[in-house]
């Protein structure tokens, strides 16, 4: 215990072995002979206000001068005042900056050294470091629906107690579920549960898409990959998170991921996927192939429907007319945005138009159209979803893309910024895909011929699963389901099934033809 500007000494005194000791500490910028005086008074304050006072430790800043005269070490200032603190009564300690480099040089102090005394990086950066990145992946996920004055949440404790449990297993996790169920929304529950208990780092899987296995860990400072290994080497329990793990397959060098991924499982990491379900086949099949690491998949399911009638019912709102509408809030993602714009939602109106209003209120904000700031923020988006697909980094940067539309996004959060890479980073895989969609959308709306059409889309993975999403998409709205399911058996729909497989300038080539005969066959 201590007071405000305490006398003496800087705490009230301990008392150990029948003794009773306090300590002070000063820090001089004049030399300790020129601080004789002061040393003094502090010594008599401390016996006056503690008079069975029979201890102090006297720490101070600079090392205590050695005597000018011959045969002599203890300089006069000190003789002087050690017979102060004598006639007082009290054994006077120093402590000089040797006694804490004696201290700090042994072995198991080495932490300590590195985090409090050391000017160079250290292992107290590199974890400072690991959990800073982690908040800002997590920070714009929401685990709750606000809506007015209200707060909805639906409980998913069970599936956060199943990860923990895999865990202490030692179990590698695939957490699988549709795109916007909340894989990453329970992940950052179970992460603010976990944290204080043991380590755990969040990667993007884009991020990963990297020259060199250290540029992983080049955060605020360069560490390593085996900086990142040997600091938390001493942890029993320790999970490393790749959310979005569908995309790993669009990173061209997998020696960079299996030396990652096996070097983690080695020293004993719980490695956690995130992906969606169409992509858990593809991603399984990687992993037993390339890594040979075994898992347990916990599937998120879509919420209730019953669930959701509820809510609806206490509440007063209304469910849209259209069933397939209906099923896509049981998607979390789709729910939070229908109750936070239900006043401005079509209730007899599809989901597809459900989506267009979503982009005009999220993406654009058509609220403001000043100086065209809507548009601006949508092509911004695209240009920046444009570049993530030509260059295949997490984060981009360039100079075109508009000042005032970055700041405008980053504010709504649909985007971010992160100042160790200096680029922008898009806070929900969804968002990245309504763009993508705007863009095949555009495209085919613009395009001249089949062949511009493709040429002008481009081959990169995320578009090539884009135009596949949006064909099937608009296959599916624009017929009813009987012609749907005739057009299943005929070539084109296998071409969009298969659109990996085939090369895009391919596709091109046959689409007038299977256009033709699909007509004819239908």
Known sequence: FRYKNQAGIETNPIEHDGKLIGFQAKYYTNSISE?????????????????KLTDVFFYVNQELSESSKKNEKAPKY??????????????????????????LALPENQYINELFFSIDSSVGDLIDEIYKHNKKILSAIRTEILFHDKVFKIDRSVLCESIVDQIKLNKNIIISGEGGCGKTAIFKEFYEQNIRNFPIAVFK??????????????????????????????EIVKVFVIDSAEKLAEISNNEILF????????RGWCIIFTTRY??????????????????????????????????????????????????????LFYLNEYIEQYSSIDKQGSF??????????????????????????????????????????????????????????THDEIISFDD??????????????WALDMIVSQSFANHQSISDFFSELGDSLPIRRAFRLWLSERLYESKEDIWHKKYKEHN???????SFEYDFKEIAEMMPKLLEQNEKKL
């Open 492 to 498: 084109l729909y296998n071409v969009v099934v298969k």
């Open 205 to 234: 899987a884009n991020e990963l898409n990297v020259k060199h296995i250290n540029d992983i860990f080049h955060l605020e400072n360069h560490f390593t990959f085996s900086d990142f290994l040997n600091a938390f080497d001493s």
């Open 78 to 103: 000190q003789k002087e005042i050690e017979k102060v603190s004598s006639g007082e009564g009290i054994k006077l300690h120093w402590r000089v900056p040797s006694h804490f480099e004696l201290q």
């Open 35 to 51: 601080s004789k005086d002061d040393i003094i008074d502090s010594i008599r304050k401390a016996k006056s206000k503690n008079p």
């Open 259 to 266: 030396n990652l991924i096996s070097s983690l499982s080695e």
């Open 420 to 433: 160790v890479h200096n680029g922008y980073f898009i806070t929900h895989d969804i968002y990245e895909e």
């Open 278 to 331: 169409s992509y858990i086949n593809d991603l399984t099949f990687h992993i037993k192939e390339n890594y040979k690491i075994s898992y347990k998949v916990i599937d998120i399911p879509l919420v209730d429907r019953v669930i959701i009638e509820n809510i609806f019912a206490e509440n007063e709102f209304l469910l849209p007319d259209n069933s397939k509408f209906v099923e896509r809030l049981r998607n």
């Open 352 to 409: 597809s138009g459900f989506i267009k209003l979503l982009w005009k209120k999220r993406i654009q904000n058509n609220v403001i159209t000043k100086d065209n700031l809507h548009r601006l923020r949508e092509s911004c988006l695209i240009d920046i979803v444009k570049m993530r697909c030509n260059t295949g980094r997490f984060y981009v940067n360039d100079k075109s893309l508009s000042d005032l539309a970055l700041f405008n996004l």
